[in-house]
């Protein structure tokens, strides 16, 4: 399994981005999907989680109802689009693949593949 994440770039605070992340393998569907967070210096974090059917989604207090995750089974893609950007939020955005098809899970250690990461930098 591969997973390239794509969307990154320099954007002003209140701005937006769309992330995205592309999977190889044809098991892509049976797999909870996650995006999870690193910034300079700091551990990484989860950002936001999608079940296999888009039936349950899950996010990090800091990015609700500013941050969307959604998937596209027939793609093998999964997505996550950011608005208002704060400064805070500038970090390298990881997608990951989880062990799990239908439990939403927050910690790194329950997913197994990663994305190389792209990097989201947002000016005040």
């Known amino acids: 399994v591969q997973l390239q994440a794509s969307g990154g770039g320099l954007v002003q605070a209140g701005g937006s981005l769309r992330l995205s992340c592309a999977a190889s393998?044809?098991?892509?569907?049976?797999?909870?999907m996650g995006w999870f967070r690193q910034a300079p210096g700091k551990e990484r974090e989860f950002v936001a989680t999608?079940?296999?059917?888009?039936?349950?989604?899950y996010y990090a207090d800091s990015v609700k109802g500013r941050f969307t995750i959604s998937r596209d089974n027939a793609k093998n893609t999964v997505y996550l689009q950011m608005n208002n950007l704060k400064p805070e939020d500038t970090a390298v955005y990881y997608c990951?693949?989880?062990?799990?098809?239908?439990?939403?899970?927050?910690?790194?250690?329950?997913?197994?593949?990663w994305g190389q990461g792209t990097l989201v930098t947002v000016s005040s």
């Open positions: 990951a693949r989880g062990y799990t098809s239908t439990a939403v899970v927050v910690a790194v250690l329950d997913y197994d593949y």
């Open positions: 393998g044809r098991t892509f569907s049976s797999y909870v």
């Open positions: 999608i079940n296999w059917s888009s039936s349950s989604t």
